[in-house]
């Protein structure tokens, strides 16, 4: 990793991506607590705001993948920061002059999200523009890394400032770092690598290939099912963690936040120990490996309880981290590389409106359960669920594989995907 981080580009890059990471990571951890303590919301309206957040997933994820990919990608993450950054400021602001709404709340979650949806596709487009297949593994595994760290200090943060100055203040806080970022970004002077175009088409005909390619390709069908089951189940009992720590388990503001750090740990240790991994024992069998384990991790989760119970919160969500984490830098490296970059943004908008088109879905699904039946009983529903989604990957195409498929021709795609 040390090329990368001679980079002086790469580390404008990955410096500002970490500064917003800790950013949405305190804002994580008190969005929720204003809803539970300020507006005295109950466990459905709390995951709605996270039903919020990825809505637009469903909404434009495919249309919105099909315009970045006729885009160079800097100018759109510098607009989505720019967008995040108003629109997260505008929560303490109206808090402090004891205006704030839930419906405020539920309106600023969407329209980040929507930010967050070309931001994301941008940032995929980005990477390999900008770096080459053989750093892919590397830069993710560093921004992959940069995300669990957030996951350490953003939680412990923000359950710090909730405690000490107000949950609304780690919005500021967030909104801060959104403008780190936009400066960051804006300092990159390394011009992006034209990609590979067929003949520009409508909109509908360039999703339409999109889609038709992903349909094609089992090894990215197997990888888009898993990771819808996976993000209901995660989401379903992400949503409502804040509630179940805090109302059924009666933990503090304070060590809400500390909970939530310990993720962290597992992630960063993953995200170090992944390069290794996949040259060790190579990629596929890393893949399916980490696939697994990652549900079997969050069993531990409902057997949480105050005291000394708590170890069970801590060391499961740090191992489901490690997982999570180490599965995403090895997935996200080979679709990076295995799609061809004229197809990348609307073969991977695709996935993700699948993927992250089941997270409203869970969340709304586990704030329903916990209103029901408690959210002990939606924790357990939840990550049984969970821990069966292992076997989609070990049952799959890339069982008895060492390593991941090579990349399709960039010629051959664009041929096939008209």
Same mark, same amino acid.
Request: glycine residues 12%; proline residues 4%.
């Given at each position: 990793?040390?090329?990368?981080?001679?980079?002086?580009?790469?580390?404008?890059?990955?410096?500002?991506?970490?500064?917003?990471?800790?950013?949405?990571?305190?804002?994580?951890?008190?969005?929720?607590?204003?809803?539970?303590?300020?507006?005295?919301?109950?466990?459905?309206?709390?995951?709605?705001?996270?039903?919020?957040?990825?809505?637009?997933?469903?909404?434009?994820?495919?249309?919105?993948?099909?315009?970045?990919?006729?885009?160079?990608?800097?100018?759109?993450?510098?607009?989505?920061?720019?967008?995040?950054?108003?629109?997260?400021?505008?929560?303490?602001?109206?808090?402090?002059?004891?205006?704030?709404?839930?419906?405020?709340?539920?309106?600023?979650?969407?329209?980040?999200?929507?930010?967050?949806?070309?931001?994301?596709?941008?940032?995929?487009?980005?990477?390999?523009?900008?770096?080459?297949?053989?750093?892919?593994?590397?830069?993710?595994?560093?921004?992959?890394?940069?995300?669990? /760290? *957030?996951?350490? =200090?953003? !939680?412990? @943060?923000?359950?710090?400032?909730? $405690? %000490?100055?107000?949950?609304? &203040?780690?919005? #500021?806080?967030?909104?801060?770092?959104?403008?780190?970022?936009?400066?960051?970004?804006?300092?990159?002077?390394?011009?992006?690598?034209?990609?590979?175009?067929?003949?520009?088409?409508?909109?509908?005909?360039?999703?339409?290939?999109?889609?038709?390619?992903?349909?094609?390709?089992?090894?990215?069908?197997?990888?888009?099912?898993?990771?819808?089951?996976?993000?209901?189940?995660?989401?379903?009992?992400?949503?409502?963690?804040?509630?179940?720590?805090?109302?059924?388990?009666?933990?503090?503001?304070?060590?809400?936040?500390?909970?939530?750090?310990?993720?962290?740990?597992?992630?960063? /240790? *993953?995200?170090? =120990?992944? !390069?290794? @991994?996949?040259?060790?024992?190579? $990629? %596929?069998?890393?893949?399916? &490996?980490?696939? #697994?384990?990652?549900?079997?991790?969050?069993?531990?989760?409902?057997?949480?309880?105050?005291?000394?119970?708590?170890?069970?919160?801590?060391?499961?969500?740090?191992?489901?981290?490690?997982?999570?984490?180490?599965?995403?830098?090895?997935?996200?490296?080979?679709?990076?590389?295995?799609?061809?970059?004229?197809?990348?943004?609307?073969?991977?908008?695709?996935?993700?409106?699948?993927?992250?088109?089941?997270?409203?879905?869970?969340?709304?699904?586990?704030?329903?359960?916990?209103?029901?039946?408690?959210?002990?009983?939606?924790?357990?529903?939840?990550?049984?669920?969970?821990?069966?989604?292992?076997?989609?990957?070990?049952?799959?195409?890339?069982?008895?594989?060492?390593?991941?498929?090579?990349?399709?021709?960039?010629? #051959?795609?664009?041929?096939?995907?008209?």
């Amino acid at each position: 990793m040390s090329s990368l981080l001679e980079d002086n580009d790469f580390r404008k890059l990955w410096g500002g991506l970490t500064v917003s990471r800790v950013g949405s990571a305190v804002a994580a951890v008190v969005t929720p607590l204003i809803a539970v303590q300020e507006l005295h919301a109950d466990a459905l309206t709390v995951s709605l705001l996270t039903a919020a957040a990825w809505l637009p997933w469903l909404l434009i994820g495919l249309p919105a993948g099909a315009w970045v990919d006729r885009l160079a990608k800097r100018p759109v993450l510098l607009a989505c920061d720019a967008v995040s950054a108003v629109l997260v400021a505008s929560v303490p602001l109206t808090a402090w002059l004891g205006r704030l709404t839930v419906v405020h709340l539920l309106a600023v979650a969407l329209l980040t999200g929507v930010a967050t949806v070309f931001f994301e596709i941008a940032y995929t487009g980005y990477l390999p523009a900008m770096f080459g297949p053989d750093q892919l593994i590397r830069a993710n595994a560093l921004a992959n890394g940069s995300d669990s /760290a *957030a996951q350490i =200090a953003g !939680p412990a @943060l923000g359950g710090a400032l909730a $405690a %000490a100055a107000g949950a609304v &203040t780690g919005l #500021a806080i967030d909104a801060a770092s959104f403008a780190v970022s936009f400066l960051s970004l804006a300092a990159i002077r390394r011009p992006e690598r034209p990609v590979a175009r067929a003949a520009r088409q409508s909109i509908t005909r360039e999703i339409r290939a999109g889609l038709r390619w992903l349909g094609r390709d089992r090894y990215l069908r197997n990888l888009m099912t898993h990771g819808a089951i996976s993000n209901l189940a995660l989401n379903g009992y992400g949503a409502i963690t804040v509630v179940f720590l805090v109302r059924e388990v009666g933990v503090g503001t304070g060590t809400v936040g500390l909970l939530l750090s310990a993720s962290g740990l597992g992630g960063v /240790a *993953a995200a170090t =120990a992944v !390069p290794f @991994l996949v040259r060790r024992f190579g $990629a %596929a069998r890393a893949l399916r &490996t980490v696939k #697994a384990a990652g549900g079997c991790a969050s069993l531990l989760l409902p057997f949480t309880s105050p005291g000394a119970g708590l170890i069970a919160f801590a060391v499961g969500s740090a191992l489901v981290a490690a997982f999570v984490v180490a599965g995403n830098v090895i997935a996200g490296s080979f679709r990076q590389a295995y799609v061809p970059s004229g197809l990348l943004g609307r073969v991977l908008t695709a996935m993700q409106f699948v993927n992250y088109g089941t997270i409203p879905a869970g969340a709304v699904l586990g704030g329903v359960l916990a209103t029901a039946y408690g959210s002990r009983v939606a924790m357990v529903v939840m990550t049984v669920t969970y821990a069966s989604t292992g076997l989609i990957i070990l049952l799959g195409p890339f069982r008895g594989r060492r390593e991941l498929p090579d990349p399709v021709s960039s010629g #051959a795609a664009l041929s096939t995907a008209r």
